[in-house]
């Protein structure tokens, strides 16, 4: 029996000691826990305070429970996917992200209007209460079955400009793009990349195990005066993906000499 003498709850005592033997590999990744009883037996604790300990690993996104199986320590390494942010630009006009053609529609696409938010908003920089088209697909990896969630708001005055894109605002993205440079834009994109604990339909749909957050990558795509066009918001569990980016040095502006 391994002897509990640390500060705090004895159930994060429990936490503590499991903490510990999985970090210096006496439990190794998708290796099975001791049962409760083993768990019992080895602290000298009670099932409830088994039970708390175990839950608090869980929380920490250390151990996964799969019912009917026991709980079993998540394994760590690299995600299986890694995204790489670009886009590529063909010389009959057309556009090409990596990868695009190994992401399958789950389900039809679902097509609505919506309005901006705040955030939305600003993104756009539109105020409130403006107008969208709003399209929402579930994207799988055939390769890993990483699963996908994006996003295409689109402001009705950028869709009324551009009359196949108001007929069909569901487009896939790089049809958008082609779509927007025949209308005279010269585009150009910003991104950014944040993460969150999922909410319950995230969590659902993208299937996600305990203690897993969502990236949230968040696509502006900018065209003529760098005027924003076209909102996209992309979520995937952090587990599954890393996100891989390119970078190309700018020119360092002229500085100007005083006369």
């Not at 005055?157 to 082609?178: D, H, M, Q, S, W």
Request: proline share 7%; glycine share 6%; charged share 25%.
């Amino acid at each position: 029996m391994s002897e509990i003498q640390r500060p705090g709850a004895l159930y994060q005592q429990v936490a503590a000691a499991i903490r510990e033997a999985i970090l210096n590999g006496e439990f190794p990744p998708d290796s099975l826990l001791p049962s409760e009883a083993q768990l019992m037996a080895r602290y000298g604790v009670s099932r409830p305070t088994v039970r708390n300990a175990v839950a608090a690993l869980r929380a920490e996104g250390l151990i996964d429970v799969r019912h009917g199986k026991g709980s079993f320590v998540r394994a760590t390494g690299q995600p299986a996917l890694t995204m790489e942010r670009r886009i590529d630009h063909t010389t009959d006009g057309r556009f090409t992200m990596p990868g695009g053609d190994v992401w399958e529609e789950a389900e039809e696409p679902s097509t609505y209007r919506t309005h901006t938010d705040k955030a939305t908003g600003r993104l756009l920089a539109l105020g409130e209460e403006e107008a969208l088209f709003g399209c929402d697909r579930l994207l799988i990896h055939t390769a890993t079955g990483a699963r996908a969630m994006h996003r295409t708001l689109i402001p009705f005055e950028v869709a009324e400009a551009v009359p196949l894109l108001a007929e069909e605002p569901c487009k896939r993205p790089a049809a958008i793009y082609r779509l927007l440079t025949t209308d005279g834009h010269k585009l150009w994109w910003s991104e950014t990349v944040g993460a969150h604990m999922p909410l319950p339909d995230e969590r659902t749909t993208l299937r996600l195990p305990d203690a897993t957050p969502v990236l949230h990558i968040t696509r502006v795509v900018h065209g003529t005066d760098d005027r924003p066009l076209i909102l996209e918001e992309l979520r995937i569990g952090a587990d599954r993906a890393e996100l891989a980016y390119r970078i190309t040095a700018d020119k360092e502006p002229a500085r100007r000499t005083r006369t």
